[in-house]
């Protein structure tokens, strides 16, 4: 939420008058929010923007390897079927894969078991 003085602040022009720089990040009802006319001053004094585009397959497997790997494991927590079904729930979300990567360790670890079938995916996602 972006605040009344945040607005007051940028309305009083100290873009030109002090090396103030402000980074403004959030997910897309973020922007959505920003597209409201009350806050057409902040988004003309945007210079930068990024936006995290979806995940294809591929790179929704590998992104997953890579967060496994940085966490220090060494083996296949989370078999390819069950990515598969976590691309189909999440669609490439960056977000939701981590929401549903996130329960599955959780479910793997209460239940002493890998996720090796997508029946177990499935009842996750439901």
């Not at 669609?91 to 996720?115: D, E, F, H, M, W």
């Amino acid at each position: 939420m972006i605040s009344r003085r945040s607005r007051e602040a940028v309305s009083l022009r100290v873009d030109a008058l002090s090396p103030m720089a402000l980074i403004l990040v959030g997910q897309t009802e973020f922007w959505d929010k920003l597209q409201m006319q009350s806050y057409t001053a902040i988004r003309q004094r945007m210079d930068i923007q990024c936006k995290m585009p979806v995940l294809d397959h591929a790179q929704v497997k590998a992104y997953v390897k890579r967060h496994l790997t940085y966490a220090g494991t060494d083996h296949e927590l989370i078999s390819d079927e069950a990515l598969e079904m976590i691309y189909r729930y999440s669609g490439g979300s960056a977000r939701l894969v981590n929401k549903v990567c996130t329960s599955t360790l959780i479910y793997g670890c209460q239940n002493g078991k890998l996720l090796k079938t997508s029946f177990k995916a499935q009842n996750l996602l439901v």
